[in-house]
């Protein structure tokens, strides 16, 4: 059997709806009191078990007569509030699972993201072996999830079998839109992003992201990491193509640095009033990392030695807005 950790999120859904398609036996790790959403019409085709990752005792119940592991469970939202949580699940969560996953044989694929790779030079995209700059970060997003690798490895160098993949912004549906990438798609649909921000990331299409999943499953190398990124875009790019298929204007220009920081700066009073970290605008001062540079990553490792072929964004991006209006979210 196969288990997914946050199986009901944006990138867990998608693995569990790929999986159960390919036949796989699977077991999606629900967190207390959650919904399978929009799994719920696949609902009779695997099982489903309640654990906090927080938890170390659910966990090792939640491992029971597993033989493989895709780790998913995550929280990737772009705001400082959300820090303490942030390493709860990104650190101690990954360990709990790590370690559960070595006591009961199982071979792990552990989701991090191309964020715990490092913040590479615009002019140049990052390879695996970039040498991680988190004092370079402000938001605990990038440090929580490279911390969340050494547990890994720390598992590994015990006896675990895991890869680890590093995935840039994965352009899936799922979730409840609230949070990652289906929420920018949201915004871009609602008429919230008139302009574009002036820099850029490495982006993943959902059958990239899937297809490297299975891939590092199946041939990945225990220990090693896996950049996948489908496309290299600028921010004035990504949000002309989803405007493209939602029918709505796109940005005419780019803003420049410096009236994005103080557009940011002279928001900031607002941005505290938001208790909920999922409700936090885009941009903000914590944000401006993200928004001001090319965030660029270099995926020829996982194309030449787990045979990953590239993705199609425009499929991908014109599936989350399809999913977002059919479920009412945006």
């Known amino acids: ?27 999606a790790l629900a967190r207390p009191g ?20 927080r938890d170390p005792e659910a966990v090792a119940r939640a491992m029971r007569g597993i033989e493989g592991v895709f780790h998913l469970a995550g929280v ?13 699940v990104n650190v101690l969560g990954t360990a709990n699972v790590m370690r559960e996953a070595r006591r009961a044989g199982a071979r792990v694929v552990h989701t991090s993201s191309v964020s715990a790779i ?3 030079p615009s002019e140049q995209p990052a ?29 590994v160098r015990r006896g675990l079998d895991a890869v680890i993949l590093n995935p840039g912004a994965v352009m899936a549906p799922g979730g409840d839109g609230r949070s990652a990438w289906p929420a920018f798609v949201g915004a871009v649909c609602r008429g919230k992003l008139p302009f574009a921000p002036p820099g850029g990331f490495s982006m993943v ?41 939602a029918g709505v204007r796109p940005p005419r ?8 920081a103080a557009a940011a700066y002279a928001s900031l009073p607002f941005i505290l009033l938001v208790k909920d970290p999922e409700r936090r605008p885009l941009v ?25 072929a590239p993705g199609s964004m425009e499929e991908s991006i014109r599936s989350v807005v399809s999913w977002g209006r059919r479920h009412g979210i945006f």
């Open 127 to 155: 390879d695996e072996d970039f040498p991680f700059n988190g004092h370079l970060f402000r938001h605990p997003y990038p440090r929580t999830k490279h911390a969340g690798e050494q547990r890994v490895l720390d598992e």
């Open 253 to 260: 220009r780019t803003v420049p640095p410096r009236v994005l």
């Open 284 to 308: 903000s001062p914590e944000n401006l990392v993200y928004l001001n540079r090319n965030l660029y990553y270099d995926s020829r490792k996982s194309r030449e030695h787990l045979g990953v």
């Open 118 to 120: 490092g913040l590479p």
């Open 76 to 88: 990737a939202t772009l705001t400082t509030a959300a820090a303490r949580a942030m390493y709860e």
């Open 205 to 245: 299409a959902a059958e990239e992201f899937v297809t490297a999943q299975i891939r590092a499953f199946e041939k990945g190398t225990v220990g090693e990491r896996y950049i996948v990124a489908t496309q290299n875009m600028t921010f004035l790019e990504l949000i002309s193509s989803i405007a493209g298929a």
């Open 1 to 27: 059997m196969i288990l997914v950790t946050g199986a009901f999120g944006c990138l867990g859904s998608t693995m569990v709806r790929a999986l159960v398609e390919r036949g796989e036996r699977v077991v």
């Open 34 to 53: 959650e919904s399978p959403g929009t799994l719920s019409d696949l609902a009779d085709h695997f099982e489903t078990r309640t654990a906090d990752v």
